[in-house]
């Protein structure tokens, strides 16, 4: 929850140029075009409480080097309440799934309020991230939270689950990592640890010890 000193160990691979190879037919091209083009606007969440959470996901995943073509995380975790699709799993003693994320964010905005008398999107970065970093811990001041609503569980099984769910349900994060994107319809053969198909991302590090070991 702090920016990252961030390395991409994947400089030279995009994903997106297996869109015309065999690795993706036309559905899954379908899948990828809709989750980059269609943003989902704000339907579920309050103004105030999707403002607090687009300043969350900065803290939890920063993207300073993606300049302004950054990950959009809140408007797909909005998107995902409206529906109220989640994981089928309720966390106890935590509300329903779309109780806890509205409390949730209301109950940030109090520790904020609390703590700084300010919103939590006016804070600077070091005061939002003690705010997280005590809600990881259990260490919360507001009586926004209580035992009905947990700040840890709240923090640990919904808010960084779904975060880090989202982020790495996009394309520019598949690229970063690696990631040869959906499986269909080519598939993957080479499972186990430390191997990978070719049409696969490879490090940098490990193309150029191949390469000067071919020598």
Known sequence: MSDRNFRNPYPDYDVLTKWDTPSWNEQTRAVVRKRLTDVPPRRFFSELQY?????????????????????????FIDARLHEN????????????????WRRGLDAIEAEARH???????????????????DMNKGETESPAWG????????????????????????????SEIGFGGPASPRGYVRL?????????????????????AAK
């Open 115 to 133: 703590r700084f008398h300010r919103r939590y999107s006016a804070l600077d970065a070091a005061e939002q991230d003690l705010i997280l970093h």
């Open 147 to 174: 035992p009905r609503l947990p700040a840890q569980k709240f923090m640990r099984l919904e808010l960084l689950r779904t975060v880090v769910e989202v982020y790495y349900a996009h394309p520019a994060a598949w």
């Open 85 to 100: 699709q989640g994981s089928g799993t309720r966390f106890e003693p935590l509300p329903s799934l779309q109780e806890c």
């Open 192 to 212: 186990q640890p430390n191997r990978h198909d070719n049409w696969e991302g490879e490090e940098r590090d490990t193309a150029l010890v191949r390469a000067a």
């Open 51 to 75: 403002e607090t959470l687009e300043a969350v996901c900065e803290r939890v995943v920063p993207q300073p080097e993606r300049g302004d073509e950054k990950v959009p995380i809140a408007p």
